[in-house]
């Protein structure tokens, strides 16, 4: 007992800031991303190095989950991975937080999300939540409002694939928000799905989230024009004297 009462007492604190602790996901980090975010700050306070074993046994997540976070983290542009040298002349890896530092400093206004329920209710308006509506969603606010409709954080090949939209496609973010609320409206939450309406709108040539409210009340007055109507089939046939000659 006396060495634990010595080891907490010697062992010092992590400091976190008070702001960051109160908005980080407000900023785009799952809970996930905060711990090992205390975690790794932690370590570099105290022991100036990344021992993942160490967190692995703090936090209970294999090593391979702590690096598929930590690329999220990278991923999100809340971290940079940077190649040390240490007197012996062997590579280290640390990480510089500067991005996510500089990400709160930038930061104009806090994000409010609409809930899938509120975008069902309102028939897929597109809500604006930025800090006015001329602002587009930031990579972050992307990545996040995935990860909270899929309920889980994204893996590597799921994050890489919502970098591509950026880097490769060149979709608009608000295009990606009102896609993943597409999704969310008609229960089919998946990349594949989002992005086969992106390249749908990309085709028509859509300029404007006016022209995707456009396409949406068109698609909703035709169901109400042109109700489902389901096939009538007899109910009172016997099954067991079919004249199948006959069918």
């Known amino acids: 007992m006396d060495q634990v009462k010595s080891q907490f007492f010697t062992q010092g604190d992590v400091s976190i800031s008070s702001y960051l602790l109160a908005h980080y996901r407000d ?8 711990l090992l975010y205390v975690q790794l700050k932690n370590q570099l306070e105290h022991a100036q190095n990344i021992n ?12 391979g989950q702590l690096n598929q976070i930590i ?11 940077i190649s040390l040298r240490d ?29 899938a329920g509120q975008r069902v209710e309102s028939q897929g308006e597109v809500f604006v939540d930025t800090a ?5 969603p930031t990579r972050t606010d992307i990545f996040n409002l995935i990860e909270q409709e899929f309920g889980r954080p994204l ?6 694939t919502v970098k591509d939209w950026f880097d490769i496609d060149h979709f ?22 989002i992005e086969t309406i992106l390249v749908a709108w990309q085709k028509k040539n859509y300029h404007s989230l006016n022209d995707i409210q456009t396409e949406r009340k068109s698609r909703q007055q035709y169901k109400a024009a042109n109700p489902e109507t389901l096939p009538k089939v007899a109910t009172d046939v016997d099954l067991y004297n079919l004249d199948l000659g006959n069918l």
């Open 87 to 115: 007197e012996s002349g062997k590579v280290t890896t640390s990480i510089d937080f500067s991005p996510l530092y500089v990400k709160i400093i930038e930061t104009e206004g806090i994000y409010s999300h609409s809930t």
């Open 52 to 63: 993942l074993s160490t967190i692995s046994h703090s936090t209970g997540w294999s090593t």
């Open 71 to 81: 690329d999220q983290l990278r991923t999100k542009n809340f971290i940079n991975l």
């Open 172 to 193: 608009r973010p608000d295009f990606i928000k009102a896609a993943l609320q597409e999704a969310v409206m008609n229960n089919a939450l998946s990349l594949r799905y």
């Open 132 to 136: 006015s509506q001329n602002d587009q």
């Open 27 to 34: 900023l785009g980090m799952t809970n996930d991303e905060f």
């Open 155 to 160: 893996s590597s090949i799921e994050l890489q």
